[in-house]
């Protein structure tokens, strides 16, 4: 038998959440002769319905259930802009509900047993204790399609410094952050005002160079610290197409923030293409409206890459920069608004 | 009956080699968990674990620093375990609290091969980094546990210092020098027989088989079936069958991505004193994309 979902009886009355019987939180009959019987009305994620945690964990329960990791809503706001008002409809009926929200996570999900991806779950995280955290049997297994392989160094090129120096996920992305930020729902990560932000930590003016002092003035407001620091390439999804998926490949992209249109940043193909919800029905008659690039703070930060050791990389070369033969065939008419081309550095 | 002779022969030749072999060491090669457990304290022992940062907040030996693997060796230019630039990999070392005169002991999980030779891989490139104290731990982390020693879930924040060395160039070979040295090195290809042979190959070598005229010494042939290193004369008689017993003589080892072979490599240095050992860290990865390289079944 599998032993990543065997409960491990010794923990049993010592976690405070095992003091009360399988049957508060999992229901069932304790006392069926059969396991048909015991498991009749079973309850296999008992943390689904966030009521069961309320009971005791009053404020995180009221503010989880407006996180993004509960609602899942940022996957909506990401594609609603391509969408008329009927096709919203459509897309809330027939792709939200069955498609996105399936994969939201409980409390549970985090700090019992490991998610279930694709159908898979690696199982109990310490044999059914409730933990704190355990971000490489959580975070990694959700977010393991781009950010964490990308943060760990296993999508290729070096491990993002961050997590060289021993952070992981939760050092930076407080639990305010991933509990929800109030009572008030919210549709986008960008609207979370305790998100991280490098410099939190990292104060301009507190560089240990005076080269390093001196480029992060230059580019103050001009570039985001990604485009300089990212280690290079990432992941980018490209071609989704309702029920088949879409395929990944590595790059490094850089342009202009579609947020803002003036700040040069590291861009991430999104896999959204024209035909994306054909096979519900959505032409998405506003597909052009928003780009098929947006900005991304790709987890591999390192302290020197290649652009911070040469100037001429971008300013000369413009290595990486988004040029009108590189844009997608076929993408959204927003994405030459993202092209920038660097000037070369006057001597 | 003569091959006997020569071995023993060998061995006291190693014998005699030993002093001059340890006498820029203030450790030997290799150290059990009971030398460990025993210098935990050492303000001069830094113990590296190199196990990815989750494995490492779970458990490990108190007092040892993280440094994963993926510090020491990056994928480059599309190639695998490469070396990281000397800036980058001096901040890894100043940053683990790793001084010229540290004794580092380097601790990895020894579960299958690969695992087993990154930590030589990291104990290689610190000796390229111009450290001279660097040993293994014997069976590493694996065996810190199974001997049940003390296990710490806080982490260590290491005091950082400044670190910069002239790095030693001698113990990597490109391709170029590879390409020269054949038919005068020893080219010891640390593969399965069946890599060797042309039998097997990994997806992202071009081709099946060897670099011309190297010889075979497969790396498993050096663990104990614990993880745990055979004995030093067991060793070097492994060695000495397929690369000879001239201490002097130039070897270069190579494996598929530069990494497996640091194994072999760093045993035939520290252990049987061999002066001249060097690894050709692009491998086959590099060697089978180049058609003009030599390359047979």
């Known amino acids: 038998m599998y032993k990543g979902l065997l409960v491990d009886k010794s923990i049993i009355g010592k976690d405070v959440h095992l003091e009360e019987n399988c049957t508060t939180c999992h229901k069932g009959d304790a006392k069926g002769p059969t396991r048909d019987v015991a498991h009749k009305g079973l309850v296999a994620r008992p943390s689904k319905n966030i009521e069961v945690c309320e009971k005791c964990h009053e404020d995180i329960s009221k503010s989880f259930k407006n996180s993004l990791h509960f609602t899942s809503e940022g996957q909506r706001h990401g594609v609603t802009g391509r969408f008329s008002k009927d096709e919203l409809k459509v897309f809330n009926e027939k792709v939200f509900e069955k498609s996105c929200r399936s994969c939201h996570s409980s409390c549970g999900d985090c700090h019992v047993k490991a998610p279930v991806i694709g159908g898979v779950s690696t199982g109990l995280l310490k044999g059914h204790r409730f933990v704190k955290k355990d971000e490489g049997k959580t975070c990694a297994l959700c977010h393991g399609g781009r950010v964490y392989p990308e943060f760990t160094g296993d999508y290729g090129g070096a491990a993002d410094i961050h997590y060289q120096k021993g952070m992981i996920c939760v050092d930076c992305h407080k639990k305010e952050e991933l509990h929800g930020i109030s009572a008030a729902s919210y549709v986008s990560r960008k609207e979370v005002k305790e998100r991280p932000r490098c410099t939190n930590c990292h104060k301009p003016g507190e560089e240990k160079t005076e080269s390093a002092r001196s480029a992060h003035t230059s580019h103050n407001g001009k570039v985001s610290c990604y485009a300089c620091h990212s280690g290079g390439a990432y992941r980018n999804c490209y071609d989704c197409h309702l029920g088949k998926g879409s395929t990944a490949k590595p790059g490094f992209i850089l342009g202009l923030n579609p947020r803002d249109k003036k700040t040069v940043t590291t861009l991430r193909v999104i896999p959204t293409v024209r035909n994306t919800f054909k096979p519900a029905g959505i032409e998405m008659e506003h597909f052009d409206k928003l780009p098929n690039y947006w900005d991304t703070a790709p987890h591999n930060i390192r302290k020197r890459t290649e652009r911070t050791r040469s100037c001429e990389l971008c300013h000369n070369a413009k290595k990486n920069f988004l040029t009108k033969d590189m844009l997608l065939k076929d993408g959204s008419k927003a994405n030459e608004g993202l092209i920038y081309t660097p000037k070369p550095i006057k001597k | ?297």
């Open chain 2, 1 to 297: 009956m003569k091959k006997i002779r020569m071995n023993l022969l060998f061995l006291m030749l190693c014998i005699l080699l030993l002093p001059f072999a340890s006498s820029a060491r203030d450790v030997a090669p290799i150290v059990d968990t009971a030398w460990v457990e025993k210098n935990l304290n050492n303000p001069k022992v830094v113990v590296v674990d190199i196990r990815k940062v989750e494995d490492y907040k779970a458990g490990h030996i108190p007092n040892a620093v993280n440094a994963l693997y993926g510090s020491w060796a990056i994928m480059k230019g599309g190639m695998r375990n490469e070396l990281p630039a000397a800036d980058d990999l001096f901040d890894v070392i100043g940053s683990a609290g790793i001084g010229s005169d540290s004794i580092v002991v380097v601790v990895g999980k020894t579960d299958a091969v690969p695992d087993r030779t990154d930590i030589t891989r990291v104990a290689w490139t610190l000796k390229y980094a111009g450290i001279q104290n660097v040993a293994l731990l014997d069976g590493g982390y694996n065996k810190w546990v199974t001997d049940k020693k003390a296990v710490s879930t806080d982490a260590v924040r290491p005091k950082g210092k400044s670190y910069e060395a002239k790095v030693n160039e001698g113990l990597f070979a490109k391709k170029d020098h590879v390409m020269k040295s054949i038919g005068n090195a020893v080219i010891v290809d640390v593969r399965e027989p069946d890599f060797y042979k042309g039998v097997k190959k990994l997806d992202f070598v071009a081709k099946a088989g060897h670099i011309a005229k190297a010889v075979n010494l497969p790396t498993s042939q050096m663990y104990k079936q614990d993880g745990t290193y055979k004995d030093k004369a067991e060793l070097m008689n492994i060695a000495a069958a397929a690369v000879g017993n001239d201490p002097a003589k130039e070897i270069i080892t190579y494996c598929d991505t530069g990494k497996v072979c640091t194994a072999w490599s760093f045993m035939m240095t520290e252990l049987g004193g061999y002066k001249d050992v060097k690894v050709y860290d692009g491998s086959t990865e590099e060697w089978t994309k180049d058609p003009q390289a030599p390359f047979e079944q």
